[in-house]
């Protein structure tokens, strides 16, 4: 499959796709080369091992960048790792970027952090670039007008190997968001929005392309949210155009020379979809008609206005209700109920979702003078080692101590659960993260997302509540 | 992974009818912390076969002697959410080498594929067609031809050709991966990064 022809102007998408295909396979997919591979514990060591059983090495080791993230403690971790399991995972991957010359970030290093926060906090995600990761949420490189997706371990060994991927030229979307945005309402809330109005598969075989003044507007962190969860409608990956604020933000980066920055940007200035380009599907959206989103259910795409209510059994698919039911069952929420005012038990700031440091500020700046309330256990997990030092220099973390909320040291934590810090059975947590499932934030666990406000809001009044009545 | 093509298939099927089952059902993710990519089978829908005391939960249909077989029948949306490619390891591992869907999540559907495991997809209809007769009649024998990519079940009078790209065939009849075409290409993509194209 080829890009269609097009005479009137290229799509974003189409410009850096079309730079990066070696060939094109007959009646198959397309030789993609890859700029930029971000590996973790988790997902690597089975291509690392596969490798070495064909004694194969790793091709272009200066184009891979490493980080431990998924499963280390986000306490003590001057400390060794005490799950045996997460220390042999997290060893592993020492070893094999030694072995392989492979640039690690690993725990303890001044740079160490999840690595969808720290490729473009360190300038080494660039606009124009592929970039792939052993991680879905890889998409969130994007927001810098990359082509950024999640790939599966075999095709972590196939990059490591060759630095080229097989693939097929997806559908291109443009989700067009323009007008203002109501005052306290998050780009998290843009994208929970636009996923309860697509659902989990609405953009499936589609790459996104995100546009818009409403958009423009938005600084980096909350262009990368978007784009970061933009693979939960399906999508293979987000993305939106470099611009000026794209351009100062990777200014003095420390893999991004002055030299080179300023030798990059006039290329970089090239790379915007072409007025009169063609898009398979493109949606327009008012940003005034978004609110403050809750989730109610188990899956992102559950999820309505802060003071609406969970949608009535008769108003879901016939062929969903079962799912439907079940979701509600597990979560112990009726139909029809008010998400507003439900009693919940903790709250998670983190992820690669929203853990930067803007976060931080959002959540410092609403909290200041107030104290979480007594029944919540409240976690603040930042993105990065560097997240966690400039909220430390900036006073954030003095003021989130003094609410009460716990600042931890930087990982996936609760997110996925893997490392010890789970949600237990049947609470409820709020959170920042990206992912409502069952189980994913420990065994049944009820997962609720929301923007950091709300989470932040849910924390001082220990209910569900509409952060703006706060302000 | 020893590469292991795959030509016909005759079996029976297991039908799963959720919809949107993530690969965190399929895999949770406490179970990613092993380094190999074998026994991952055991964990496969773990929080479904057991229930949180270890036990098997007799309800799954997994845990149900009726059904069994190489084919498993599943919910639109397959294999949504995270990336990781041991639920793809799992199903392939418990001894499934075929998922009929209407509608796979893009990654998982890659991870299957890299794996030898097929993505079959068929029309929704179909699917709840096969799902309604399989869970009533769970001796049904399912037929796929790889080479004619053709899914077969003759008491249903049914013979479905299924899409699938002509080098992804070749790939499972052969028994051949990406791996090593992209290996054997290495020359062009050198060749490509010496002359690297500009955006126009
Ligand atoms: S924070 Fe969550 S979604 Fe992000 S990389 Fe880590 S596990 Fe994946």
């Known amino acids: 499959m080829s890009g269609k022809l097009n005479l009137m102007g290229k799509t974003l998408f189409d410009k850096i796709w079309e730079c990066h295909i070696v060939k094109e396979i007959e009646e198959g997919p397309s030789v993609l080369y890859i700029d930029r591979h971000y590996i973790h514990e988790v997902t690597s060591p089975q291509a690392f091992r596969s490798l070495e059983e ?44 030694r072995k392989h010359n492979i640039k690690l970030m690993g725990i303890g290093h001044p740079f160490n952090g999840i690595v969808h926060v720290i490729g473009p906090e360190l300038g080494i995600t660039q606009p124009g670039m592929t970039i792939v990761c052993g991680d879905s949420h890889t998409s969130t490189h994007g927001a810098f007008g990359c082509l950024a997706f999640g790939i599966g371990t075999s095709e972590v060994e196939m990059v490591l190997a060759t630095q080229c991927l097989l693939q097929h030229r997806p559908k291109i979307m443009r989700i067009q968001i323009d007008g203002q945005l109501q005052p306290g309402v998050l780009s998290k809330d843009i994208i929970l929005y636009l996923i309860a109005r697509l659902s989990t ?37 987000g993305l939106i155009a470099p611009d000026e604020t794209t351009f100062t933000y990777l200014r003095n980066r420390e893999f991004l020379s002055d030299e080179e920055w300023e030798k990059q940007l006039p290329i970089w200035k090239t790379l915007y979809s072409d007025p009169a380009a063609s898009f398979d599907k493109e949606i327009r959206i008012n940003a005034a008609d978004i609110s403050p989103m809750i989730t109610y259910g188990t899956n992102p795409g559950m999820g309505v206005g802060i003071g609406d209510k969970i949608p009535l059994l008769k108003d879901v698919e016939a062929s969903a209700q079962k799912d439907y039911r079940h979701a509600l069952a597990y979560m112990g929420l009726n139909e029809g109920q008010a998400m507003n005012g439900l009693h919940i038990d903790y709250v998670f700031i983190g992820s690669c979702t929203n853990a930067r440091i803007e976060d931080l500020r ?21 993105g990065s080692k560097q997240v966690a030092e400039q909220a430390e220099q900036e006073g954030i973390g003095t003021i989130l101590r003094d609410a009460g909320f716990q600042l931890r040291q930087p990982g996936c934590s609760a997110c996925l659960a893997m490392n010890e810090d789970k949600i237990p059975e ?34 001082i009044t220990g209910h569900i509540c509409d952060a703006r009545m706060l302000l | 992974m020893t590469s292991k093509k795959l030509t016909n298939i005759i079996s029976t099927a297991v039908p799963l009818p959720a919809e949107n089952i993530d690969t965190d059902q399929i895999i949770p993710a406490r179970f990613l912390k092993a380094t190999h990519r074998e026994g991952f089978g055991n964990h496969l829908f773990y929080d479904w076969r057991y229930n949180n005391k270890g036990a098997l ?17 599943a919910g639109k949306n397959f294999g949504c959410g995270s990336s990781r490619e041991h639920a793809a390891w799992a199903i392939k ?23 030898f495991l097929l993505p079959l997809q068929v029309s929704e209809e179909v699917v709840q067609q096969l799902l309604q007769t399989v869970t009533a009649y769970p001796s049904l024998i399912l037929e796929i031809d ?40 290495k020359e062009e993509i050198k060749n490509f990064e010496r002359n690297r194209p500009v955006y126009k």
């Open chain 1, 54 to 97: 064909k004694n194969i090495p790793v091709f272009r080791p200066h184009q891979v960048w490493a980080t431990a993230d998924h499963n280390i403690p986000t306490q003590d971790q001057h400390l060794p790792i005490k799950d045996t399991l997460s220390a042999q995972q997290v060893q592993l991957l020492t070893e094999n970027c």
């Open chain 1, 201 to 237: 598969n609405g953009a499936t075989g589609y790459f996104i392309e995100f546009a818009g003044d409403t958009i423009r507007n938005l600084s980096m962190e909350a262009r990368m949210t978007i784009c970061n969860m933009s693979i939960e409608m399906g999508a293979r990956g």
């Open chain 1, 362 to 382: 959002i959540v410092a700046d609403f909290i200041k003078g107030k104290k979480k309330s007594e029944h919540v256990t409240a976690w603040i997990v930042p």
């Open chain 1, 426 to 459: 049947g609470k409820y947590c709020v959170s920042t993260s990206n992912r409502n499932f069952e189980g994913r934030q420990g065994i049944n666990a009820r997962t609720i997302l929301a923007s950091p406000l709300t989470a932040a809001a849910a924390a």
């Open chain 2, 57 to 73: 939960n007799p309800d799954c249909i997994l845990n149900q002697p009726a059904w069994s077989g190489r084919i498993l029948i």
């Open chain 2, 93 to 115: 591992d418990y001894g499934f080498d075929v998922i009929i869907c209407s509608f796979f999540a893009d990654i998982f559907r890659n991870n299957a594929l890299n794996n």
């Open chain 2, 146 to 185: 790889m080479a004619q990519t053709l899914l077969s079940v003759r008491e249903l009078n049914l013979h479905l050709p299924f899409p699938m790209n002509s080098y992804k065939k070749s790939c499972f009849l052969n028994g051949h991966d990406d791996l090593a075409y992209l290996l054997s290409i």
